[in-house]
């Protein structure tokens, strides 16, 4: 046995019986092993322990917005850390990437989000706005607006917050306490958001939240005017609104953060993800200037919410590094352009297969739905899934709510080649997948 193999076998074994995964089938794992095990990667390719490449048409976990093996990136967390690797930013205490990174966030937000509380993830980004929000609330005389309402087929994270406000019921059916006071409307209606504040009461509501596209939950992307309206919405009834950007934020949708598409902003913004393209674990919550502003007015003690990492600064510099490249190299532009052409793609695989009904895209964001025959039993999409991955491509499947949807999302430096490559393998697996059907 060659020393590669080994290695793998190994690994394997190891992985087996000490590495229990996220989000990943339990049994599969005990039964096969991981189906990857990766040791490099580099732009929108990634190389497991036997030399297979890969193409990563998910840029991970929506990302990795810059690509694999940045070594800008690198540099940045080593410098900051040979000067500081960590320091609290409790008790005022503060640092120079952290005060930096915030004050480039307030320069690239929407509106007039100004104020950033750092985070290690987007389920604590989540769970902080949630929580600042009945904060907000309390401080403004009115502790009875507690309740949040999220979409449907949303995904917000898997934090006791986040997955109460996480609008895919299998998530909150894994736990049996969930967290009180969340609920949910249609997530493309604005008529069925304000139904749902009238029947609950507006008295009783904190906030609002969504993400501009709902991500996990299959890439939905909402009308033009769905965002303008519920900004209205929100102002009328008095209730904040909370976006949340962890995947969609920092050019993944072809502007700097989704919201942006629609000419309207929030009162807070929840990120992670792109913001270091996962070169390190940051996240965080940007608040409006008007929140902000009553904050320092009312509050009269401490602010009794703050995790060790917040404000990390070997993350906040990497962060920076990251914003820099995505800027300097145009990223967010090349999204706009490869995302079109991945939808063209996604429009001439429908036109060549029976059993793609529908594609959509924005930005470098994106969704095939399969339309399974009646014959065949189960949906289709994972198989697609595990067939692209014996080809060579890295994506995807959504099966909640009686969906059968293959989504993408891969690295903001993807070049016209890449997208065609991407999608010609991508033709092959449904195409295997639908003769074999």
Known sequence: MNERLMLRQELMELDQKHFLHPTSPIQQQQDFGPAFIFTKGEGI????????????????????????????????AMEQMNKLAFSSSFATFSNEPAIRLATKLAEVAPGNLSTTFFTS??????????KLARHYWILRGMPEKKKIISRKRSYHGVAMGSTSATGLKPFRDFTNSLAPDFYYSDNLSTEDLRQTIEVEGPETIAAFVAEPVQGAGGVHI????????VRE?????????????????????????????????PDMM?????????????????????????LKELSTGTLLHGYTYSGHPMACAVALANIEIIENEGLIENSKRMGAKMLDGFS?????????????????????????????????????????????????????????????????????????????????????IERSV
């Open 270 to 294: 929840c990120f992670a993800k792109g913001v270091t393209s996962g070169y390190a674990q940051l996240g965080g919550v940007i608040l409006s200037e008007a929140i902000f502003e009553d």
């Open 348 to 432: 001439w695989i429908q036109g060549e297969s029976s059993i793609v009904s529908h594609v959509r895209a924005l930005g470098l964001m994106g969704a095939v739905e399969i339309n399974t025959p009646q014959h065949v039993k189960g949906p289709l999409a994972p198989r697609i899934v595990t067939e692209a991955s014996k080809i060579g491509l890295i994506c995807r499947s959504v099966v909640f709510d009686g969906q059968d949807t293959l989504v993408f999302a891969p690295p903001l430096c993807i070049n016209k080649e890449e997208i065609e490559l991407m999608i010609e393998m991508l033709h092959h697996a449904i195409f295997r």
């Open 222 to 229: 909402a009308s033009d005017e769905y965002f303008r309206d």
């Open 45 to 76: 390719f990634l190389e497991d322990v036997n030399g297979k490449r890969v193409l990563d048409g998910m840029s991970s976990l929506w990302n990795v917005n810059v690509g694999h093996g940045r070594r800008e990136l690198g540099q940045a």
């Open 121 to 130: 993830g987007g389920s604590e980004a989540n769970d902080t706005a949630y």
């Open 233 to 265: 919405i929100c102002d009328e009834y008095n209730i904040l609104w909370i976006t949340d950007e962890v995947i969609t934020g920092f050019g993944r949708t072809g502007e700097y953060f989704g919201v942006d598409h629609y000419g309207v902003a």
